[in-house]
């Protein structure tokens, strides 16, 4: 049963850090990434992994998120450092199998606030 299970989201204060964990299973999965969401506003991919490690960031989370991909290809972690107001959504991993599907996660509330 193809299944993508989120953990890690929260309340932090801004500067603070997060660490968002995405684990996927029911297929062989070829590019795993995460989306955000925040109210009123489009879905817009925040960064990407493919499974031989090339990585595409948004400009506004470049140098503050990092994400990361298991030897098993099949977990993805995202670090989001020095956290900001602005990086409140919620958070949605996404994963491209090999045969063209794409799957989403149940998405992860992120709230950055003092």
């Known amino acids: 049963q193809l299944q993508l299970v989120e953990s890690g989201g929260g309340l932090v204060q801004p500067g603070g850090s997060l660490r968002l964990s995405c684990a996927a299973s029911g297929s062989i999965f070829l590019t795993m990434g995460w989306y955000r969401q925040a109210p009123g506003k489009q879905r817009e991919l925040v960064t990407s992994?493919?499974?031989?490690?090339?990585?595409v960031y948004a400009d506004s989370v470049k140098g503050r998120f990092t994400i990361s991909r298991d030897s098993a290809q099949n977990t993805v972690h995202l670090q989001m450092n020095v956290l900001k107001p602005e990086d409140t959504a919620v958070y949605y991993c996404n994963a491209a199998d090999v045969i063209g599907g794409s799957y989403w996660g149940q998405g992860t509330q992120v709230t950055v606030s003092s």
């Open positions: 992994i493919t499974r031989g490690g090339s990585t």
